[in-house]
């Protein structure tokens, strides 16, 4: 059973901090990784998508991926309280028609 | 424009009834998914469609049938409504099926 694991939090950081989001994943071959942000009652969210090791920054959003320790981590630089929020994180399955493996979600709480 | 659209977003029956859900996406995309987010907010993938062929047909009750009449669209259409199908049903699309998700607003049923 491959997995997605995060730490369900809550994680709460001050504002204009950097909150740092973390996730793991079983399956050694992903190759595609997501992180989605989920406003209560509201619906998932595209923040970054990437695919090779390294950083990619967006803004005040940068993704790490390291896939030798199975791991990408989301950090949102100068946290606003608007930030606040569930983020998911998920993995690209290729040997179940690429379905998305989910992880359950980090709840970030951006303190003023 | 709403890229993912579902109709109805609130969704409230008895047991018992049958109800249809209806999603739409103007992105042109090849894939089409039903998730399940119930109130522990994991997400659970239900179905997909890739270009109106049903590629990914999770353990879900055989009460619910998707139905993709072209690729820009996939209904959930759901028997004998049972108080566990109390949710929030969200369907996405995506250009195809290594691409990242896009989720319309949900739509969020309850059986009384």
């Known amino acids: 059973q491959k997995e997605v694991e995060q730490n369900s939090g809550p994680l709460s950081v001050p504002e204009g901090a950097i909150a740092s989001l973390n996730c793991t994943y079983s399956?050694?071959?992903?190759?595609?990784f997501f992180w989605y942000r989920q406003y209560s009652g509201k619906s998932p969210e595209l923040i970054m998508s990437i695919y090779s090791n390294g950083d990619k920054e967006d803004g005040r959003f940068t993704a790490q991926l390291n896939k030798a320790s199975q791991y990408v981590s989301l950090l949102i630089r100068d946290s606003q309280p608007s930030d606040s929020a569930t983020y998911l994180c998920?993995?690209?399955?290729?040997?179940?028609?690429?379905?998305?493996?989910w992880g359950a979600g980090t709840k970030l709480i951006i303190k003023p | 424009d709403t890229a993912v659209s579902q109709t109805p977003k609130y969704l409230v029956t008895q047991m018992g009834n049958d109800k249809s859900i209806k999603c739409e996406q103007n992105l042109g995309h090849d894939t089409m998914y039903w998730y399940k987010q119930d109130s522990k907010k994991f997400l659970k993938i239900m179905f997909s469609?890739?270009?109106?062929?049903?590629?990914i047909n999770e353990t879900v009750p055989n009460r619910f049938s998707p139905k993709s009449p072209d690729k820009a669209h996939l209904n959930l259409h759901i028997n004998s409504l049972e108080l566990g199908d109390s949710a929030v049903y969200f369907c996405?699309?995506?250009?195809?099926?290594?691409?990242?998700?896009?989720f319309g607003d949900g739509t969020r049923l309850s059986i009384l």
């Open positions: 399956d050694r071959g992903s190759q595609s």
């Open positions: 469609y890739n270009n109106k062929e049903l590629i």
């Open positions: 998920a993995v690209i399955d290729m040997d179940s028609n690429y379905q998305l493996i």
């Open positions: 996405a699309s995506s250009q195809n099926r290594d691409q990242p998700q896009h």
